[in-house]
């Protein structure tokens, strides 16, 4: 696992070029409750590197727009900061001159194309809208997680390989585009004229990933009823299901695993700690679990902030927070999602959590 983060860390050093000294600011940590995590994109889905306590100093280079953090010891902002050594934090964790800090505008590519590379190359720019790019080992969602490169970086494009079929801001394709790095990116959100020439040679997508042999699994809210709600015509966009109960109601782990997120999940001037409404966005208060055999589940919705914390274990069935009704919420209910190939967990990996729950011993409802 060691030899994972530091192989990482490198390839992020190598991915990103640097920005002139003289741009740098030196800042500071502040993160007094644990450490802050330091990771390979703009977003708290990419790959952690390593952590910093609190009263670390950093140095900052330039600044990218990537997820929104709102709960921040010093502000609440989308603003993520590039460190020297390529690497990011989120400015929400951050103390620094007031002057602000410029755009990371360069392209991050390497010195050389990936062995078996075109010699010609196609110029072209990431329209990812508010979420960056990721950028991949393979032409596949489940292909290990590199980098991710936020909306209107400038790209090489060495050439294209058939994946996933992947539906995005500028077209629906099966095509990837391989990087310099030797890392790839899906054409379904990169802007540009010529079309790439194809790769002499394509790494095959990621083989999926099912649920480890017996692992106990449970319903995440015992005697009460989901309503079928996946991916429906009317809302293809909702990825989990809903189970309507009372408030207060406690709230299970569907399986042994650890917690990886424990997040207020809202719009900015909103609180989690207040009933939302169908006009507020976000998943209000929630937990993230990882499970063996790449499985996470997510548990949105919840009253208030949860009974445990991120890196503790819990066992199937213990109880981990309580039905309530923040963020995107007219009721009181819990929004339950099953993803696989995680981490990263996002639409791409999310599955129909009755099936799933049904297959392993565990019917909701």
Not at 142 to 147: K, Q, T, V
Not at 245 to 259: L, Q
Not at 273 to 285: F, K, L, N, Y
Request: aromatic fraction near 4%; glycine fraction near 10%.
């Amino acid at each position: 696992m060691r030899k994972i983060v530091l192989l990482a860390a490198v390839l992020v050093g190598a991915l990103l070029p640097a920005v002139e000294a003289q741009a740098a600011q030196t800042a500071t940590v502040v993160s007094p409750k644990r450490p802050l995590n330091v990771r390979a994109g703009a977003a708290v889905w990419t790959a952690q590197l390593r952590t910093l306590p609190h009263g670390s100093p950093v140095t900052i280079v330039c600044q990218v727009r990537g997820q929104l953090i709102n709960q921040g010891s010093v502000r609440v902002t989308d603003q993520w900061d590039r460190l020297s050594d390529g690497s990011y934090v989120s400015d929400a964790w951050i103390r620094r001159p007031q002057q602000a800090l410029p755009p990371c505008d360069t392209a991050p590519a390497a010195a050389a194309p990936a062995a078996g590379a075109a010699a010609g190359t196609t110029a072209g720019t990431v329209a990812s809208g508010s979420t960056p790019l990721k950028a991949r080992t393979g032409p596949a969602h489940g292909a290990r997680l590199i980098s991710a490169l936020p909306d209107g970086t400038p790209l090489t494009l060495v050439c294209q390989v058939r994946g996933e079929n992947i539906a995005g801001l500028v077209r629906t394709t099966p095509m990837w585009n391989r990087l310099p790095s030797g890392t790839y990116i899906s054409d379904a959100y990169v802007r540009r004229g010529a079309t790439p020439p194809a790769c002499p040679a394509a790494a095959p997508p990621a083989a999926p990933v099912t649920a480890a042999p017996g692992e106990k699994w449970v319903s995440p809210l015992p005697g009460f009823s989901a309503r079928p709600g996946f991916r429906t015509a009317r809302n293809p966009n909702h990825i989990g299901v809903d189970i309507m109960a009372f408030t207060g109601t406690p709230i299970r782990a569907a399986s042994a695993g650890t917690v990886v997120e424990v997040v207020c999940n809202i719009e900015a001037g909103r609180s989690c700690d207040q009933p939302g409404s169908a006009s507020v966005r976000g998943c209000g208060w929630y937990v993230k679990l990882q499970h063996a055999g790449g499985i996470s589940t997510l548990y949105c919705h919840m009253v208030r902030r949860a009974v445990v914390e991120p890196g503790q274990k819990v066992a199937a069935g213990q109880v981990i927070g309580y039905v309530g009704s923040s963020g995107n919420s007219s009721a009181p209910h819990l929004h339950y999602e099953v993803h696989v190939n995680a981490p990263p967990t996002g639409p791409h990996n999310a599955i129909d959590p009755l099936p799933f729950m049904r297959t392993h011993g565990a019917p909701i409802g």
